[in-house]
């Protein structure tokens, strides 16, 4: 199992074991990354998280498997070293041009130690919970953290390590807005390129004009369900995005029931 060193702990104040992920966290006193999360999401909390979960998840790996997708090549695809005649490679260029870097929740690529198969510490100490998990994040690094503001917005900053980097919000103020439910609007930080083509990341234009769900107050893991940081498709992907849940159905009948028209006409071509 890969491991996270905590190096030098922050102070946080002593609670009872108790399920943090559904509180406030105004408790945190400061904030140094993921070593900050886990001394109280470690393996004996009520709400346990390991940086296997983190390192093996799609929003780490960009890429996946896909045994739907059979063509030659198929295998493991995303926003990932895909061969020369498969669109949207970018893993050459994440961090210094306008492409995954503005939302992958690393510092570096995904790329492990060669000589141990694991990541580097520098990678697990560069993964960026707040960006998914803050209500309120400062994407363009202005000093002003809005649940609204998208990639397109994100900077780059000089980074000791690293060099040029994307910039991350490790504020304290971030961190204190840990602590409710995922909103569509920090899904949307990132997933907002819907109209975009297959060279970023894909998304919807989710908003209450544009979709029903959304106008019925819905946020996007409503359906697409969450387990261990992996996010549920459904069982028929067909395309070579990601893919990390096949067992877990998305799927309209899942709310909708097998009739979910008032026009009979319509039932009928409403394959379940």
């Known amino acids: 199992m890969w491991t996270l060193r905590f190096g030098t702990f922050l102070s946080l104040l002593v609670l009872p074991v108790i399920a943090l992920a559904g509180i406030p966290h105004t408790f945190i006193q400061s904030y140094d990354g993921p070593s900050t999360c886990l001394s109280c999401h470690n393996e004996s909390s009520p709400s346990p998280v390991t940086i296997d979960e ?22 493991s695809h995303g926003m990932l070293d895909r061969a020369c005649g498969l669109r949207g490679t970018n893993a050459l260029i994440n961090y210094h041009t306008s492409s995954c870097g503005k939302c992958h929740i690393g510092k570096d690529l995904p790329f492990p130690d060669p000589m141990t198969g694991q990541p580097y ?6 993964i960026d919970c707040l960006i998914c998990h803050a209500e309120e994040y400062d994407m363009n690094n202005d000093g002003i953290r809005s649940s609204t503001e998208v990639a397109s917005e994100r900077v780059r900053v000089g980074d000791p390590d690293f060099g040029e980097i994307w910039h991350q919000d490790r504020s304290l103020e971030a961190a204190r807005t840990v602590g409710g439910k995922i909103k569509a609007e920090q899904c949307l930080r990132c997933h907002e390129h819907g109209l975009n083509s297959c060279s970023f990341k894909r998304g919807a234009p989710f ?26 498709r459904g069982s028929r992907v067909t395309d070579m995005h990601g893919w990390e849940l096949p067992e877990v159905e998305v799927a309209c009948a899942n709310c909708h029931g097998a009739t979910p028209h008032a026009i009979s006409v319509l039932n009928d071509h409403f394959e379940i």
Do not use: W
């Open 207 to 232: 908003t209450p004009e544009r979709d029903v769900h959304a106008a019925a107050g819905m946020d996007c893991i409503d359906c697409h369900t969450v387990q261990d940081h992996k996010f549920a």
């Open 121 to 126: 510490q520098a990678q697990l100490d560069g």
């Open 54 to 75: 983190l390192v093996n998840s799609i929003h780490y790996q960009m890429r996946s498997e896909n045994p739907n997708v059979g063509i030659p090549g198929a295998g």
